[in-house]
Nanobody, 113 residues
Framework: VQLQASGGGLVQAGGSLTLSCAVS????????MGWYRQAPGQQRELVAT???????NYADSVKGRFTISRDNAKKSVYLQMNTLKPEDTAVYYC????????WGNGTLVTVSS
């Protein structure tokens, strides 16, 4: 399973970004998909997950601001990030889980104050 994340960049506080992750090499619908992030000097943390059923889960810090979605036909998962805050600055990683974890490359999101 290969995951390729994209969409990071520099944005001002209050702005929006959408991250995308394309998956190849397996049956996408089998996997629980997620986004994690890691800020400098901190551990990687869960941002949001979405199951094949469409059920979602969010970290408290992003509830109401971020939306995770998936397109099984396009084998992709997305993270719409609104009302971004400087504390959202991190490298964001795409994750696929089906018994074991697969990770994509990280994409850097920088939110300036």
């Amino acid at each position: 399973v290969q995951l390729q994340a994209s969409g990071g960049g520099l944005v001002q506080a209050g702005g929006s970004l959408t991250l995308s992750c394309a998956v190849s090499g397996s049956i996408f619908s089998w996997y629980r998909m997620g986004w994690y992030r890691q800020a400098p000097g901190q551990q990687r943390e869960l941002v949001a997950t979405i199951h094949s059923t469409g059920n979602t889960n969010y970290a408290d810090s992003v509830k109401g601001r971020f939306t995770i979605s998936r397109d099984n036909a396009k084998k992709s998962v997305y993270l719409q990030m609104n009302t971004l805050k400087p504390e959202d600055t991190a490298v964001y990683y795409c994750n696929a889980r089906r018994g074991i974890d697969y990770w994509g490359n990280g994409t850097l999101v920088t939110v300036s104050s």
